[in-house]
C-alpha cells in the first residue's frame, strides 16, 4: 500500500515538472532584443518565444556566454541553411511561456591555415 501512495505521488511529480517546463530544439531565425523576443525554426514551422533579463544564455557545455558572445549570437544573421542549433527552455508563468535558458550548440570550428 505504502509503494503504491510513494508510486502515485512520484508519477504526480513529474507530470507537474512536466508542465512548468518545456523545453524545444530548433534552429535561430532571431533574437528581438528591444522586444525581447526569440523566433526559432523547429521543423517547418517558427516558433517565437518571450524572454526576460533573468533569461541565461548558456554554451552547449553549460557556461554562460559572456557579453561579447552574446553580442555576436543577437547580431548573427541566419544564413540560406539556417541558424545556429539552439535548445530553448521555457517555464510556464501565468497564462505565458517564459524563456529561463538558451542553450547554443557549439559552432563548427574553422580550418588553422
Request: glycine residues 6%; aromatic residues 6%; proline residues 0%.
Amino acid at each position: 500500500m505504502f509503494r503504491r501512495i510513494v508510486a502515485s505521488i512520484a508519477v504526480a511529480f513529474v507530470a507537474v515538472i512536466g508542465l512548468i517546463a518545456a523545453e524545444v530544439k530548433g534552429k535561430l531565425v532571431k533574437i528581438d532584443d528591444t522586444a525581447k523576443t526569440i523566433t526559432i525554426k523547429v521543423e517547418e514551422d517558427d516558433k517565437t518565444f518571450t524572454y526576460n533579463s533573468d533569461t541565461k544564455f548558456v554554451s552547449s557545455k553549460g557556461k554562460e556566454l559572456n557579453e561579447e558572445a552574446k553580442k555576436k549570437l543577437f547580431e548573427a544573421k541566419a544564413s540560406k541553411k539556417g541558424g545556429r542549433e539552439v535548445t530553448v527552455i521555457t517555464e510556464k508563468k501565468g497564462e505565458k511561456d517564459i524563456v529561463t535558458e538558451v542553450k547554443v550548440a557549439a559552432g563548427k570550428k574553422k580550418d588553422a591555415k
